[in-house]
């Protein structure tokens, strides 16, 4: 691989280009279980769009895989490394490079923290809405890369809707613009969507414009005790049918309650069967959190406690937000699943979870996205036990059947990776799969884009 080393040098400062085994390991995954990784040859981190285009030069040249990654926060295995390959680790790319409140756009490179760019857009009264629970670390890119939601979806959708334009290198070093920087455009194909969850398997984003909204007042939150998880959904689906817009929608079972508790000690009712939280950021929260808290209590609700400050309404949501950390604190490793069905479906998914988990002997806890019908069942095991995890594995697989026995998609938000390749199939079809690979042979047809992902 010296040659490859040197070949990368030729074009590239001579920190940006890492060969040490030990530290090029270190980028070998994301933080999915059940998903290979290879050991990297090289580790390129780029600080330009000359620097990227110098790299996919060599790969095609040297026949080489690049894998594109961002902070490696994904759940699916989209970013792990291929024997051999190019760790193409874009997180320096973090500049915002134009923030336009007349416009309401935001320019960014990919390793733009989603955070930062949040506070930054902030502070001209703007807003960019899609929420990943890992924002804090999270980047643009792999937020693009696998389609990322978030919290707030209900309300603001999810990361495609607020692309408008990319620059992205393609596999032999071209240099591609797609999509807009105006409010509407319909010109030729919407390449710039085929791009988003495409998990870097058909260009490398190096820049992207982003739609901004004007930022809204801060949310009041909601809690709503339920005794069982079908009267949980019912309220949902009852909240929804009737109108309201609520800014978040989100369901904890009572596994995760106690789990959050253990960890955190946030008297969080154990006794109840689900757990219903509802925002509000509109003008009057209080009168929209009163009028969904009626509906909760026609929906069977045993208790409904509005909160009457941010303050405690960030409470609240910071028990939402611990649920993946408490979890894991049972057995040391979770398995997260990320099923969407049809929101009048979503009872039956987190009933069927866990009993799916009792089924197979292990812990299952769930919170969904509620409002969009996005689940995430964890499964909770023990990595060093054999038997735990064979069945850990097929546990999730079954979650992911009945989802698509209910009408759903096996992700929501967090991509397909190395860890759903096989469902995405089942999913698609014969006739979908193969117009997918079609689409994937024509921008890189030697298949050195993030190879072994998706398909």
């Not at 009264?125 to 792999?142: A, N, R, V």
Request: hydrophobic fraction near 45%; proline fraction near 6%; aromatic fraction near 4%.
């Amino acid at each position: 691989m010296s040659a490859l080393s040197e070949r990368l040098r030729d074009g590239l400062p001579a920190e940006a280009v890492v060969t040490d085994p030990d530290v090029a390991r270190s980028y070998a995954h994301d933080m999915a279980s059940f998903c290979d990784a290879g050991a990297p040859a090289v580790v390129v981190l780029p600080r330009t769009v000359e620097h990227v285009q110098h790299v996919m030069r060599t790969a095609t040249a040297l026949r080489v895989p690049v894998v594109p990654q961002g902070a490696r926060t994904g759940l699916s295995g989209a970013a792990n490394a291929t024997e051999g390959c190019i760790v193409l680790s874009l997180t320096r790319m973090d500049r915002i490079l134009e923030i336009d409140p007349v416009e309401r756009i935001a320019v960014v490179e990919p390793g733009v923290v989603n955070a930062v760019l949040s506070r930054a857009v902030g502070e001209h009264g703007l807003y960019y809405p899609p929420d990943p629970s890992s924002w804090e670390q999270c980047t643009i890119g792999g937020n693009i890369g696998t389609g990322s939601g978030g919290l707030c979806c209900v309300k603001y959708g999810v990361t495609a809707e607020y692309v408008l334009g990319l620059e992205v290198v393609l596999a032999d070093g071209r240099l591609m613009t797609t999509g807009r920087r105006t409010a509407k455009g319909v010109a030729g194909y919407d390449l710039t969507r085929l791009f988003v969850g495409s998990e870097g398997s058909l260009g490398i984003v190096v820049r992207a414009v982003l739609a901004l909204r004007p930022q809204p007042p801060r949310q009041l939150v909601l809690a709503a005790e339920f005794p069982t998880m079908a009267a949980a959904g019912d309220a949902v689906c009852r909240i929804m049918e009737r109108g309201h817009a609520p800014s978040l929608l989100e369901i904890m079972d009572r596994t995760t309650l106690r789990a959050v508790n253990a960890m955190a000690q946030m008297g969080l009712p154990e006794s109840t069967e689900a757990l219903l939280l509802a925002g509000f950021d509109t003008p009057d929260p209080s009168a929209d959190l009163a009028a969904v808290g009626e509906v909760c209590t026609a929906a069977g609700a045993t208790e409904v406690v509005p909160a009457d400050t941010v303050a405690e309404s960030e409470l609240l949501l910071q028990a939402r937000r611990l649920a993946l950390v408490a979890l894991e604190k049972i057995t040391g490793t979770t398995l997260i699943d990320d099923v969407c069905v049809p929101r009048a479906r979503l009872a039956e998914l987190l009933d069927g979870a866990q009993k799916i988990g009792a089924e197979y002997g292990l812990t299952v806890g769930s919170c969904a996205h509620a409002g969009d019908g996005n689940a995430h069942p964890l499964v909770c095991f023990d990595p060093t036990d054999e038997d735990e995890a064979r069945r850990a594995r097929e546990s999730f697989d079954d979650i992911m059947a009945l989802g698509l026995e209910l009408g759903g998609t096996i992700t929501g938000e967090h991509g397909v990776g190395v860890l759903k390749k096989d469902w995405l199939a089942r999913e698609l079809g014969p006739v979908g799969l193969e117009m997918q690979r079609g689409i994937k042979q024509v921008f890189d047809p030697l298949d050195l884009l993030n190879p072994g992902k998706l398909f």
